[in-house]
């Protein structure tokens, strides 16, 4: 089964930072391109950023632009992000996400985790 | 950059249509792709490269395109289909993504 499980979330102060966790399995983990897209409680869907196969094209959404790194581990099969400077702006359920075969397009989402609570509050 | 506009909300009986319309402001060469919200739940793909469906949706669920609008339409609405569902396109590069700001579909 495809399957994509988020960890890391919590509780954390505005200014400090937190690094979330993604774990896939049943596929080729280093065949796809990989996102976080993140939702605000009662509130759309927010893409974050992305990364290519191999880790080395990296896109991120302005409102994370310098405070946020995406990364992988193919070896690991797992996705990563740092995020540093929280804001309170930030508070979501971030979600792990995968970018579908070449044959669905150009950045399909084909593949959910169940996402991961980040709450950024003094 | 540009925006997707979404109305924020659709209502329709059981058994009748229901559209959903995505407007962009600016025309790119893009595909663009449609996710389905339940409560408390991921969201889930449900047409992409503007009309085509994912194994395993049904095939009341479609999709179309004219100019720079797209529409997800849903045939014979059930009550399953309660949902928030979301546009999603990329920038002309391919490089960022950009989602509609979601429409809430109620079945009456």
């Known amino acids: 089964e495809v399957q994509l499980v988020e960890s890391g979330g919590g509780l954390v102060k505005p200014g400090e930072s937190l690094r979330l966790s993604c774990a896939a399995s049943?596929?080729?983990?280093?065949?796809?391109?990989l996102n976080w897209v993140r939702q605000a409680p009662g509130k759309g869907l927010d893409w974050v950023a992305s990364?290519?196969?191999?880790?080395?094209?990296?896109y991120y959404a302005d409102s994370v632009k310098g405070r946020f790194t995406i990364s992988r581990d193919n070896a690991k099969t797992s996705l990563y992000l740092q995020m540093d400077s929280l804001r309170a702006e930030d508070t979501a359920l971030y979600y792990c996400v995968r970018d579908g075969p070449p044959r669905m397009g150009t950045r399909s989402f084909d593949i959910w985790g169940q996402g991961t609570m980040v709450t950024v509050s003094s | 950059s540009y925006e997707l506009t979404q109305p924020p909300s659709v209502s329709v009986s059981p058994g009748q249509t229901a559209r959903i319309t995505c407007s962009a402001d600016a025309l790119t060469s893009q595909s663009s792709y449609w996710y389905q919200q339940k409560a408390g739940q991921a969201p889930v793909l449900v047409i992409y490269k503007d009309s085509e469906r994912p194994s395993g949706i049904p095939e009341r669920f479609s999709g179309s395109r004219s100019g720079t609008t797209v529409t997800l339409t849903i045939s014979g609405v059930q009550a399953a289909d309660e949902a928030d569902y979301y546009c999603q396109s990329p920038d002309s590069g391919g490089t960022y993504v950009l989602f509609g700001g979601g429409t809430k579909l109620t079945v009456l």
């Open positions: 990364i290519s196969t191999g880790g080395t094209y990296k």
């Open positions: 049943g596929f080729t983990f280093s065949s796809y391109n």
